[in-house]
C-alpha cells in the first residue's frame, strides 16, 4: 500500500499563498481518486478538493476560486496551490487516496491518508 507524506504547510498573512505537496511512495495512477481534506482544532475533517484519473475536478464551496488541485502521475505527486489565504483556512491539511472512481469529498470514500502538514492564516 503506497504511504502518502505532505509536504509545504507553514504560516502566512491572509491574502497570502502556499503551495501543499503530497508525494506518494508509489505510483498513484492507481488511484482514480485523490484528495485534500482539512482539520481546524475542534472541528470535523472535511474535505477541500477531490480530482479523479479523468481530470475532473470537485472543490468545497469554500475553496472555490481560491484553491487548485493537480496530480502528477509521472512524478507520483498530488498538490494544492492555495491562494488568498483567510484565517478560516487555519488548519491540518491532509492528503488521501482511493482506487474507487469519481470525485468525492466525504471521509468514508477514502481508505490511504497522509500524516498531514499545518498550515496557518493570521489576520
Known amino acids: 500500500q503506497v504511504q502518502l507524506v505532505e509536504s509545504g504547510g507553514g504560516s502566512v498573512q491572509a491574502g497570502g499563498s502556499l503551495r501543499l505537496s503530497c508525494a506518494a511512495s508509489?505510483?498513484?495512477?492507481?488511484?482514480?481518486?485523490m484528495a485534500w481534506f482539512r482539520q481546524a482544532p475542534g472541528k470535523d475533517r472535511e474535505g477541500v478538493a477531490s480530482?479523479?484519473?479523468?481530470?475532473?475536478?470537485l472543490y468545497a464551496d469554500s475553496v472555490k476560486g481560491r484553491f487548485a488541485v493537480s496530480k502528477d502521475n509521472d512524478k507520483n505527486t498530488l498538490s494544492l496551490q492555495m491562494s488568498s489565504l483567510k484565517p478560516e483556512d487555519s488548519a491540518m491539511y491532509y492528503c488521501?487516496?482511493?482506487?474507487?472512481?469519481?470525485?468525492?469529498?466525504?471521509?468514508?470514500?477514502?481508505?490511504?491518508w497522509g500524516q498531514g502538514t499545518p498550515v496557518t492564516v493570521s489576520a
Open positions: 508509489g505510483p498513484i495512477y492507481i488511484y482514480n481518486r
Open positions: 480530482i479523479d484519473s479523468g481530470g475532473i475536478i
Open positions: 488521501a487516496a482511493d482506487r474507487a472512481w469519481g470525485t468525492r469529498l466525504s471521509l468514508s470514500e477514502y481508505s490511504i
